[in-house]
Each structure stands twice: as C-alpha cells, then as structure tokens.
C-alpha cells in the first residue's frame, strides 16, 4: 500500500519501521517541527524525524494540519491511507476522509480509557492491572473513531512509563500491519467503542509533586508512572538548602509508621513514612547529578532519621 506515515516521538519509530520491513510504500512521513533541546537549546528533529530521514524518505513538518496550504500539500498526495501514531497534531476531516482507504490511528489504551495525551502515564498512575493498544479509524473526536484491532498488555507490578513504554509500542507495531492488510482485503472488523470515556490529560509538572499524605500503595504507582519524564519530585533539605529531588523507583513495603508522613525513617533503605504505610525509593536523582539507588544517595545525602521530605 502506498502510505503517509505521521508520527513524532520514539513510540512512532517502531511503527514505521515495521511497516518499511512489511513492504508498504512509504510517500511521505510528517512529523512535528524540530523543537529547541538540551541546555543549549538546540533546534533537534524528532526521533521520527531523523529515523525517516535515515531511510531517505520524504519528511515534512508543517506547524498546523489546519493550515489551507497543509491540507492542499497532503491531499495533493497519491495514497491509499495514512497512518497516524502519536503526531501531536489535530486532523480535519479534509486530511482524514482524502484518501481511499481513510486514516488510521495507533492509540496506547484499551479504548474508551485513557484518550488523550498521557494514556501510559495514566494507566500506570491510577493502578490498572493491564492495558493496550488499539489500532482504530479517526474521526475529528479526540480519540472517538471505531476499533479495528486491540492487543492486551498485563501491568507488572515494577513497571514504570519507560518500561511499559516499550511493551506497547512492540506491541502497536505488531498490530499495524495485521490491520492494514485487513482492510486492504475489505475483512476489517470495525467496532464503535462502548463504556464511559476516562481522558489521560498532560501531565504538569505540580501534579508530578509527590503528596506523602497519600497511601505507600497509590504513591508507588505515582512514581512508576511518572518515570523517567517528567519524574516524580519531592524537596530535601540536608542542611544546604531546599533542593528537589527526582524519585524514578519505589516499593511499597510491609512496614507501618506512626510518623508525619514524609519522615525519613530510621534503619535500612530510603524509607519514608506515607499517609498509609511506609514506601521505600530504590531509585532517585537529585538536581544536576546522576540517578543513584536509594541506599547509596542516603549514604551521601547528609539525610538522617527524623527529617523531612516534603
């Protein structure tokens, strides 16, 4: 099939590697406009970006889908469908009912959970026991288009963003190919999602602020879910100030605590009284130094018993 592939960040790259290796024409690959990274800020491609142009394929990165002149360029475009994994931008019908074949979505949950642009983060942050990915038609509704394809991932009990991550995006790019030969036979299965809609909103950086007032158990899945980006984050003071310090791994333990939460406990580990138990963090990182498990920053930290995080 003749494609445009749509897509910006590193979940995307597997899907369009896979549908290279599957044999489908790739015309075009759009993806968001180089953004400003690193200390120095410097303009960098997406991840999309530079995989594709590493294959010498056609890359285009227009600010608006919106835009007349945009949507002029993709209908211009000789395609059977496009296929869209995490581009970042909205889609008019103009763009999603050109091509003969329609426009095809890669989503990251198991539809109607989790729409919108945090569904990994989210699942992990409300303690889901699993979820997916589904390939689905898009409609001008965020996220709202019929199924045509769904795969299911369990949620370990040590994952984290990263990790699932991965999972979902091997996953996803499995999936597509599968889909796409689907619908070029005419034997797609499309079904219209059912059940309430839950939305997975950005996520700010305030709501990354860990609240030791809530139970070991619900932190742990905050903290996984948060990791690596943006992280979890909570401020120390060890007698040189006020500085904030990353959490990237957690367990709950066993343990019960009649201190305030957020009190460094006494013994083995970075162990911190919760609103609900004790949460030991296996892995931080504070500002402008490298990650460090739990018990080697706690040697050097200067923390003792008794203080605060907060």
């Known amino acids: 099939m003749r494609l445009v592939f749509m897509g910006t960040p590193e979940f995307a790259v597997r899907a369009l590697a896979e549908l290279v290796a599957s044999g489908h024409e790739i015309v075009c690959v759009y993806s968001q406009p180089p953004a400003p990274k690193g200390r120095g800020q410097v303009l960098s491609p997406s991840p999309v970006h530079t ?7 056609e ?29 970042g931008k909205i889609h008019k019908n103009e763009v ?8 095809l979505n890669v989503h990251a949950s198991l539809l109607p959970r989790w729409r919108g642009a945090a569904p990994i983060q989210r699942a992990i942050m409300a303690g889901d026991a699993f979820t997916g990915v589904e390939v689905m038609r898009m409609s001008e ?17 040590d994952d984290t963003a990263q990790s699932l991550h991965d999972k979902l995006a091997a996953l996803g790019a499995s999936l597509l190919p599968v889909a796409l030969a689907a619908i070029e036979r005419g034997g797609a299965q499309e079904r219209a999602q ?22 070991a158990r ?7 879910g948060l990791s690596p980006f943006p992280g979890a984050w909570t401020m120390m003071d060890a007698g040189k100030g006020a500085q904030r310090l990353k959490v990237l791994m957690s367990r709950p333990t066993d343990e019960a ?3 305030v939460p957020g009190t460094l406990l006494l013994g083995a580990g970075l162990k911190i009284a919760t609103g609900d138990g004790v949460i030991e963090l296996t892995r931080v990182q504070r500002e ?22 907060i």
Do not use: N
């Open 288 to 309: 402008g130094k490298s990650a460090q498990d739990g018990v080697e920053f706690l040697k050097g930290s200067g923390l003792r018993a008794g203080d605060q995080l």
């Open 257 to 259: 605590s009649g201190e």
């Open 96 to 103: 999603l009912e050109h091509q003969s074949l329609g426009c």
């Open 218 to 224: 619900d932190l742990d899945f905050h903290i996984r």
């Open 194 to 215: 059912t059940g309430e809609p839950t939305y997975a909103k950005k996520i700010t950086p305030e709501e990354a602020r860990i609240d030791w007032t809530r139970p």
């Open 141 to 157: 509704g965020l996220d709202e288009g019929p199924v045509i394809l769904s795969g299911r991932v369990e949620i370990a009990a």
């Open 59 to 87: 890359v285009r990165t227009p600010k608006s889908m919106k835009d007349p002149q945009a949507i002029a360029d993709f209908r211009a475009l000789d395609i059977d469908a496009a296929v869209v994994v995490a581009y």
């Open 51 to 57: 995989f594709a142009q590493g294959l010498g394929l």
